[in-house]
């Protein structure tokens, strides 16, 4: 059973940073998403299970950054310049059974429990 375990979330002012981390039961394809009060859930980053290929959402990409341990097993989220606008339950995934890099949900089999970011103005 895979398990995924988050943190790193919390209350922020904009301009703040946070690291979220994601530590998983061993390595995998993996990604984050967030989900905002009344919004779908949407792909912000994900990272192949070699951690060759990195893909980070268009709307991010100048503040967030994703990277993981030297055991592969660990994902962290750096997230710079917050603004209010990102505040969501941020999500992390893997994948065990697809390569690459994977955008869509529906592709993770794994999620862990979302961790809280919220950003004041």
Known sequence: QVQLVESGGGVVQAGDSLRLSCAASGRYGMGWFRQAP???????AAQSRSGSITYVEDFVRDRFAISRDD???????????????DTAIYYCAATEKIAGVQLRPDRYQYWGQGTQVTVSS
């Open 38 to 44: 009344g919004k779908e859930r949407e792909f912000v």
């Open 71 to 85: 055991s592969g097993n660990t994902m962290y989220l750096q997230m710079n310049n917050l603004v209010p606008e």
